[in-house]
């Protein structure tokens, strides 16, 4: 990212809140699931197989879930221009989204369970372009999801939308 405006970065606590995730994820659902499907696939297949198969998959869900969310912090930046709001994303695959301040309709800032326990908020940028959020900032500190979400609101007025 280049301009005038530095890139900022995501709240730290991030990383611990997506680990956290991901983590009652794997328990309430992942395993459960891969544990219904062995039994399943143990009528078919060698029961030691899929016993291995079945703790090999969860090893690695598992590890993913502690790791990745590391890594998603490290490539997620974004940039309030002159012009636009500009987001940077992805590990494997690099994602720029621009979005033009005269192009937005609404900001709103949205706060599950779990981002209230480590006080963190999502900014969430509309466009009208459709009903879904068009672009997307999680792991913001609330204060700062709610700075930038007035902010944006304003510069998205101030040019006419």
């Known amino acids: ?11 730290p606590k991030a990383v611990m809140l997506w680990r956290m995730q991901r983590l009652i994820r794997l328990l309430v659902v992942t395993i459960p699931m891969l544990i219904a499907v062995g039994i399943a696939a143990a009528s078919v297949v060698r029961s030691e197989l899929v016993i291995v198969l079945v703790i090999t998959l969860i090893a690695v869900n598992g590890v ?3 790791s990745w969310p590391a890594l ?10 002159d012009e636009d709001l500009l987001v940077q994303s992805g590990v494997l695959f690099k994602r720029w989204s621009s979005i033009p301040h005269n192009r937005i309709q609404h900001v709103d800032t949205r706060q599950g369970p779990m981002e209230r326990i480590f ?3 999502r900014l969430l940028v509309f466009t009208a372009a459709g009903m879904s959020a068009d672009g997307s900032i999680p792991g913001l500190r609330t204060a700062e999801a709610e700075r930038l979400r007035d902010l944006l609101s304003r510069r998205g007025g101030d040019d006419g939308v």
Not at 72 to 81: L, Q
């Open 72 to 81: 998603e912090y490290g490539a997620f930046r974004y940039a309030v221009r």
């Open 1 to 11: 990212m280049h301009d005038s405006t530095d890139a900022k970065s995501l709240d």
């Open 64 to 66: 993913l879930a502690i």
């Open 119 to 121: 006080g963190l908020s």
